[in-house]
Each structure stands twice: as structure tokens, then as C-alpha cells.
């Protein structure tokens, strides 16, 4: 009888496996927008494939696990059609008993029925999931998600050699949500590996923005060279947590006494943490509503507040949030000037969200800005004028002292509809920044990291007075970027550059201040961008763009 079972087991499989190499799943309806979908996870049922229709509201997802809540999606569940599939990894429920409870927010007053939506039967569990880029949009050279929603960049570190880089992941859709740090990893900030997902949201919260340090010393007592990070948790408030890694960033392990850092403000987040050798403790700068934290430790752990900046300067139409801190030489002089970012949304130079920088002091305690005219009435200096640079922060500990940045290549005004589906969003290229002096005043520049030096992605082209240099392709689809030397503005125009109407923030103009005499454009053309460094990054200006094919021709007209 068991020999009899055995054989019947493995047959079905086996015809299984032939047959229906993907399993559809039973679903019990409750009452009418809930459902129970139960089955039980092995090798051949490694993932649930979820179906998505992008435009559907959020239904969500209760998984559950003899009886206790183990994780809540938020997914679009598809209604009407399915626009593709993401995978939820059921590896740590092997062999156990899992039920979905199903809730989908649709109005049956019109007396639609229960079963009707497209979802149940599309629902079903594989061994594989298909990650193959299906998408032209997709860039040749920039980060990106291998699959679904990603917007910021977080706790990016160097180590022996490789480049971490964490962001803010959305990993059941190709839309805000669920956030989840992903992570990839690089040797030459060009190829970028892609990693198990990080740190996973949990009952404090889901895992929004943060930063990581290596503990060299072990301040913290987790392990000498222990990754630190700490990331908002953020729930029915906003609160900040630890995690740490001792296996080089691969894993994380979340501190027990979680949250440290809590408060009543409703935007306290994305804290970005460094060890300030000049006091000997390390310092944390929190962005909270519309100005900036300051706190220092001795331990990571307990963080004593010891300022606030931002009141009246700079500009104040949005949110602040992921704040940088750092000093830099002031090139061509001896002074060095410490920077603070402040990534607003919205309120960017070319509408929604950008960064904008200060330029000043600090002496571990507390930020002051010198010049304090250039950031009065609302004025603000902006580190990239492009309409797709935001919530750009620096790697830890990167080599030769320098202090590598990454931003997202997107901005809230569209960042959710753009047109791609299978991913949605991509960084920027490394930049370092740096100091340059015009007469009296200092400004703040990036310039493509030197790893890109010598690879070929980029073209240069020297100028002379005002110009206009035109990118197309053969469909007669345009990108087109301006110098005006008399009005000392660089700008930016892809009103003609391909898909566009998808929103009416797209087309929008983007123009920058010139401080000095433009002589080169260094340009930086992918599948679905164009950065443009003037005078290798005094001035820069990052663009999306989403033409039928990559632009390969380049044209200088006066
Ligand atoms: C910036 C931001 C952060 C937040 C994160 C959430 O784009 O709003 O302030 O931590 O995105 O994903």
C-alpha cells in the first residue's frame, strides 16, 4: 500500500512536470473581495507567480503560516489583464502549510461576481521565475533593478574592491511599494551583479532610505568590521532602526532593541551616518520635515541630538529627505568646505524633485553656511539642473578619499508611469563631487567617477561660444541641449525626444545656471538617458528619455 502510494506520488509528479510545469492554484472564495488560496511550498513550488495589471487598485496579500501573519504585500493584483508576472520567493515555508488571505477592494454593486477577476486563474507556482530583460528602455550600462520598482539609492559602501550598492526596492511590482533594500553588487561601477534582497520590511515597518558604515573599530560591539546600516522603519510613524552584517553586506541582522531613534514628526527619515575624525564620534544627519538633524554617538546605538539646520534657507516647496554630509577640497586652493545635501521633493529647479546643496562648516556639532545670501528668499543651488537626479547620497569609505555619489534617475512627478514595465527606474553613473571656485564663490561640481575613463560610453565634445548640440536617431527623434554664453545657461530639451505624453511634467524645459566659460560637453547617451557634464561636471544636467531607438548621431550647430 505505502510501495502502491510512493510510485502513485512520484508518477503524479513526474506527470506534473511534464505536463504542467507550473501548478494553478485552488481558491476558496469568502465573501465577496476575500479569498483563501492554500497550498504548501517544495522545490517544484519555489515561487508564486503573481500576476499584475498595473492600473488595478492595491489588493493585499496576507501570507500566513499556522495561523500567524508571516509577511503583507500590497500588490495590483490583476483584474481585467494581466501586464506580468513577479515572483514570491517561498523558499522559507518548504515543506509547511501556507494560506494567502486575499483581500481585492473592487465594487460588485454592478453585480460582478466574486470569480470573476482575471487573477485566480493566472495565479500559479513554478520552480523558475523568467528574469530575461524584455524591455528596450532598459540601459546597457546604468543600474537597475533586475526586475520591478526601485527609487533610491541607499547604504552604499566600498570593500576590498567592490562596490555595495542597496536601494529602495518594490519588489512585487514595477510601482511604489512594499519597500524592501535591494542590493548589487560592483567591481568597476559599470557592471553591476545582482544580490538577495538585504533587509526585508518587518512589524516595525517597511525599510525606507538609509546608509551603511564599516565599524573598523567596533564602536558598536557587533564585530570589528561589521556593515552597519541604519534605515527608517517606517510604519504608523517613522522611526530609525540598526541592522548589521558580518558577512560583508550579503545578509543583515536586526538589532533587538529596534527602533533607535523615534519621534512624533510624520516625516523623520532616511538617516545617512559617517565617523567624524575630527571629534572622534560619529556624526548622523536625519532629514525631518522641512530641516535637518544632527546627532553624534559613540556606539551607533545612542544618538544625542546636537543641532538643527535648515530653518529659512535654501528652498522649502517640498519635503526634505536623504541628507548628505561630507567635506571636500576646494580644488585650486587650500581650503577644504564641508557640503550638506538636502534631496527636496518637490521644489527642483525644473519642477518636482532634485538636490540642492550648502556649502559651509562644521565642527561636528553643528552645520553653519557661509554665504548665507545665496540660500535666502527661497534660493538654492542645485547639484545636477537635469529633471531626473534625486535622492543622491555618497559611498562609504570609497578609495583615494573620494566620496563617490549615486542618484536616482527619476523624479516623483512620473516616476511610477514611465514607460516600462518589467523594471521601472535606473541610477545615474558615479559621480564624484568637487569644490570650484568662480571669483569669491565656491561651487559644487560632479564629475563621472574615473572608472568610466577610457570605457567608451561617454563623447566629448569642445565648444566655443554658443551652441546647440542635437542627438538624434534615424526616426528624426531629438535631444537637444543649448548653450547660451551670453545668458550663461545650459539647457536641456526633449520635448522632441521620443515617448513623452505619458505625463504633462515630462516635456518641461531644464535649465541651468553657467558659472564660467563652457568649453566641453562630456555626454553620457544610454538606452534611456542622456547625462550631460559641462566642463566635466561644473555644470550637470541628467535627462530621461524614451526614444524609439538609442540616439547614435550627434550634430553641433552656432
Ligand atoms: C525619497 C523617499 C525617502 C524615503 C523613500 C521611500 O525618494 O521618499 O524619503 O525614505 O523614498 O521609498
Known amino acids: 500500500d505505502m510501495k502502491n502510494r510512493i510510485i502513485t506520488a512520484i508518477a503524479t509528479l513526474f506527470v506534473c512536470s511534464l505536463q504542467m510545469p507550473a501548478q494553478t492554484l485552488e481558491v476558496q472564495h469568502l465573501a465577496n473581495n476575500n479569498a483563501i488560496v492554500r497550498f504548501s511550498p517544495n522545490q517544484e513550488a519555489r515561487y508564486l507567480l503573481i500576476p499584475i495589471e498595473e492600473k488595478s487598485p492595491e489588493s493585499k496579500i496576507k501570507v500566513i503560516c499556522g495561523n500567524s501573519l508571516a509577511r503583507t504585500l500590497d500588490v495590483h493584483l490583476a483584474f481585467d489583464k494581466v501586464d506580468y508576472f513577479v515572483p514570491f520567493d517561498l523558499q522559507e515555508w518548504q515543506g509547511e502549510d501556507v494560506k494567502l488571505l486575499i483581500h481585492l477592494p473592487v465594487d460588485r454593486t454592478n453585480g460582478r461576481e ?6 485566480w486563474s493566472k495565479m500559479i507556482l513554478s520552480d523558475t521565475f523568467d528574469k530575461t530583460n524584455r524591455e528596450k528602455f532598459r540601459p546597457s550600462y546604468h543600474h537597475t533593478p533586475e526586475y520591478a520598482w526601485m527609487n533610491d539609492p541607499n547604504g552604499m559602501f566600498y570593500l576590498n574592491g567592490e562596490w555595495h550598492l542597496y536601494y529602495q526596492w518594490g519588489p512585487y511590482g514595477s510601482v511604489w511599494n512594499n519597500m524592501t533594500w535591494g542590493h548589487s553588487v560592483s567591481r568597476d561601477l559599470i557592471n553591476w551583479e545582482p544580490r538577495n534582497p538585504a533587509i526585508m520590511p518587518d512589524a516595525l515597518g517597511a525599510i525606507f532610505s538609509g546608509s551603511c558604515v564599516v565599524d573598523h573599530n567596533n564602536t558598536a560591539g557587533f564585530g570589528k568590521d561589521a556593515i552597519i546600516a541604519l534605515y527608517t522603519s517606517a510604519g504608523e510613524v517613522q522611526s530609525q532602526s540598526l541592522a548589521y552584517s558580518l558577512d560583508g553586506g550579503n545578509s543583515f541582522t536586526k538589532y533587538e532593541g529596534n527602533p533607535i531613534l523615534t519621534s512624533d514628526i510624520v516625516d523623520f527619515r532616511d538617516p545617512n551616518f559617517f565617523w567624524n575624525d575630527e571629534i572622534g564620534k560619529w556624526n548622523l544627519i536625519l532629514a525631518c520635515g522641512q530641516e535637518m538633524r544632527i546627532y553624534s554617538s559613540d556606539n551607533l546605538i545612542d544618538w544625542t541630538e546636537e543641532s538643527r539646520f535648515g530653518k529659512s534657507y535654501g528652498c522649502h516647496e517640498g519635503v526634505w529627505e536623504c541628507p548628505d554630509l561630507f567635506k571636500l577640497p576646494v580644488e585650486g ?3 577644504e568646505k564641508w557640503v550638506l545635501f538636502c534631496n527636496i521633493n518637490p521644489g527642483g529647479p525644473a519642477g518636482g524633485s532634485a538636490t540642492q546643496y550648502f556649502i559651509g562648516d562644521f565642527d561636528g556639532s553643528k552645520f553653519t553656511v557661509d554665504d548665507v545670501n545665496r540660500y535666502l528668499d527661497g534660493k538654492a543651488l542645485w547639484q545636477d539642473y537635469g529633471k531626473d537626479h534625486y535622492a543622491a547620497v555618497s559611498f562609504y569609505d570609497a578609495p583615494d578619499s573620494r566620496h563617490t555619489m549615486i542618484a536616482w534617475m527619476s523624479n516623483w512627478e512620473y ?4 514607460p516600462t514595465m518589467q523594471f521601472r527606474s535606473a541610477n545615474t553613473i558615479a559621480r564624484d563631487p568637487f569644490l570650484y571656485k568662480v571669483g569669491d564663490r565656491i561651487y559644487l561640481g560632479s564629475r563621472p567617477a ?7 560610453l561617454d563623447k566629448t565634445v569642445k565648444i566655443n561660444g554658443s551652441c546647440t548640440v542635437t542627438l538624434s536617431n534615424d526616426k528624426g527623434e ?17 520635448s522632441k525626444s521620443g515617448l513623452t505624453d505619458f505625463s504633462q511634467h515630462f516635456d518641461r524645459v531644464a535649465v541651468a545656471p553657467v558659472y564660467r566659460k563652457i568649453t566641453s560637453l562630456r555626454i553620457f547617451i544610454d538606452n534611456s538617458s542622456v547625462e550631460v557634464f559641462a566642463n566635466d561636471g561644473e555644470v550637470c544636467l541628467t535627462s530621461l528619455v524614451f526614444p524609439d531607438s538609442p540616439f547614435n548621431s550627434l550634430t553641433i550647430s552656432k
Do not use: H
Open 114 to 119: 466574486p470569480q470573476s477577476e482575471i487573477c
Open 333 to 335: 586652493s587650500d581650503e
Open 415 to 418: 516616476a511610477n508611469i514611465v
Open 450 to 456: 574615473p572608472e568610466y575613463s577610457g570605457a567608451g
Open 478 to 494: 531629438e535631444f537637444v541641449i543649448i548653450y547660451d554664453q551670453k545668458a550663461m545657461t545650459l539647457s536641456c530639451d526633449r
